[in-house]
């Protein structure tokens, strides 16, 4: 994954969360914003699955909750 991907998201649910009126072309707005970053988690797992039969540490060691 590219490293602006993250940066680039992260800054599109700050104008997601700024946009807060009731007004349709704003509620249209966020709306858009929000299936974007919608579209960009889900490219996110799907590139973590086409890593083959790497092993990733970070997600391995992770802390995991009982349950």
Do not use: K
Not at 11 to 29: K, N, R
Not at 47 to 66: A, L
């Amino acid at each position: 994954m590219h490293q602006t991907y993250p940066l680039a998201r992260d800054h599109l649910e700050q104008a997601a969360t700024i946009l807060s009126g009731t007004d349709a072309q704003t509620v249209q707005l966020r709306n858009i914003l929000v299936r974007t970053i919608a579209l960009m988690r889900d490219y996110e797992d799907i590139e973590r699955e086409e890593d083959g039969n790497v092993v990733r540490f970070d997600e391995y060691w992770r802390p995991r909750r009982p349950n």
